[in-house]
């Protein structure tokens, strides 16, 4: 029979763990920071940001918005990463789009758990925790970074704050591809 672990082991075996997703958590941004920008257009930098998003966060599925020429235009296509499959254009769903025009207007993170009761979305998009993230360029808005995952396992705090580093990064790095390319 095993002995009971103390509290203080519980706490370390914890710890531990925390330390685990934090160092992979952390490669996320090592690894944007180690692309090669100069050698990539805008649309090859968002294909691996995405992956890298895609697999650091334990997104379900990753997805970033880029502006139209005109201001007026309607959201439609992302480009979106999910599970076995390389980033392709699709249409958003109703949370997605809300969610992208919540950044537009605000040029701020949006949470869907905060704002789900303003959603007329279907249940089965509900289903689901969304970040929309900004992406800055030189102050000016990009585009917008969408995570996922199920609502039974929402991003935290940490994931949060990580994940704006992450799109503040981003948006320097795809400041140098516009200077490059």
């Not at 650091?56 to 997805?63: E, I, L």
């Not at 701020?108 to 758990?113: E, P, T, V």
């Amino acid at each position: 029979m095993k002995p009971p672990l103390l509290p203080l082991t519980d706490a370390v075996i914890d710890l531990s763990t925390t330390f685990d997703e934090l160092l992979f958590s952390l490669s996320a941004l090592q690894r944007l920071a180690e692309l090669p920008v100069h050698r990539f257009d805008r649309q090859q930098l968002l294909h691996q940001a995405l992956l890298i998003a895609f697999d650091s966060f334990q997104a379900q599925r990753a997805a970033y918005y880029t502006l139209p020429g005109q201001p007026q235009a309607r959201i439609g296509t992302v480009l979106v990463m999910q599970q076995g499959t390389i980033p392709a254009q699709e249409p958003c769903d109703c949370m997605e789009e809300y969610c992208i025009q919540q950044v537009l207007e605000t040029q701020k993170m949006q949470n869907s758990l905060a704002c789900a009761s303003t959603m007329d979305c279907p249940q089965q998009d509900l289903s689901r925790h969304l970040l929309g993230i900004p992406l800055l360029c030189q102050d000016t808005l990009g585009g917008v970074l969408l995570l996922s995952r199920p609502a039974a396992v929402p991003f935290n705090d940490w994931d949060q704050r990580l994940i704006r580093l992450f799109c503040l990064l981003l948006g320097q790095q795809y400041g140098l591809c516009q200077q490059s390319g």
